[in-house]
């Protein structure tokens, strides 16, 4: 009885693959590894559909974080050091923050529903995200039942 030959490579991924030749720095290759394929895929995909990605997310939102990471950069080229690191750059951060959040011309269309004070609603906002990124820091991931934030800051029982 003679044995089948053995299938060499990878299982087929759902779709039709071409394989292809690449010829990539060692470190680079040493830097994906152990999944070094997919690693390349992924890596592709992202920078070939990231215009679609983009499209998604709030234009306002990422204008703004490049703004904040200019900003940084700036602080740090004038102080020689980082805003995270010296209390004079802090310092000099936060106020260059404050101007350009200041400077973003505020809506006047008035969509949400929200009937508390802004001042409480985005404490009731910071102090929700810092409690949960305090406790996925110490492992903590509770499911327990708290009232919305939307219902606290819509001023309803929730």
Excluded: C
């Amino acid at each position: 009885m003679q044995k089948s030959p053995r299938k060499r490579g990878r299982p087929p991924v759902g779709e039709e693959t071409e394989q292809v030749a690449v010829r990539l720095p060692r470190a680079w290759i040493e830097m994906m590894r152990p999944h070094l394929s997919q690693n390349i895929r992924n890596r592709l995909h992202r920078s070939l559909f990231e215009e679609q990605i983009d499209q998604q997310r709030d234009q306002h939102l990422v204008r703004l974080g490049g703004q904040i990471e200019e900003l940084a950069r700036r602080v740090r080229r004038a102080t020689r050091a980082d805003w995270h690191a010296d209390r004079i750059s802090h310092q000099i951060f936060l106020e260059t923050l404050r101007l350009l959040f200041e400077s973003e011309p505020a809506p006047t269309a008035e969509i949400s529903n929200v009937k508390s004070d802004p001042k409480q609603a985005a404490e009731l906002i910071f102090n929700s995200y810092i409690e949960e990124v305090r406790e996925h820091e110490q492992g903590k991931h509770t499911m327990r039942m708290k009232q919305t934030l939307l219902s606290k800051i819509e001023g309803s029982d929730g």
